[in-house]
Nanobody
Framework: QVQLVESGGGLVQAGCSLKLSCTASGPTMSIYSMGWFRQAPGKEREFVGRITWRSGYTNYSDSVKGRFTISRDNAKNTVYLQMDSLKPEDTAVYYC??????????????????WGQGTQVTVSS
């Protein structure tokens, strides 16, 4: 069972940056890709971006493209979400997730097998 632990959330002002980390443990060789999702109060969980574990290929949602960057350090089993030019609408609980499969839509939460506990990001105006 893969376990994911996120860190790095907090309270920042609009326009500032924040970097989240997600460290995986367990059978990480089974991971094909790692995704980041977020969920604001009263809203559905939303895809933010993802990175394939071996090749490092990335995809982003339109709402964060150009502002957020996902990277990985395979030696540390860690994925990062660098968030720049933050906006109040980025406020949410951010989750990392791991998928074992290369099939299925990477934008759908149902495509992921393992989830972290989430970390709160609050952007004040």
């Amino acid at each position: 069972q893969v376990q994911l632990v996120e860190s790095g959330g907090g309270l920042v002002q609009a326009g500032c940056s924040l970097k989240l980390s997600c460290t995986a443990s367990g059978p990480t060789m089974s991971i094909y890709s790692m995704g980041w999702f977020r969920q604001a109060p009263g809203k559905e969980r939303e895809f933010v971006g993802r990175i394939t574990w071996r090749s490092g290929y990335t995809n982003y949602s339109d709402s964060v493209k150009g502002r957020f960057t996902i990277s990985r350090d395979n030696a540390k089993n860690t994925v990062y979400l660098q968030m720049d030019s933050l906006k109040p609408e980025d406020t949410a609980v951010y989750y990392c997730a791991a998928s074992r499969s290369y099939s299925g839509s990477y934008r759908r939460a149902q495509s992921y097998d393992y989830w972290g506990q989430g970390t709160q990001v609050t952007v004040s105006s």
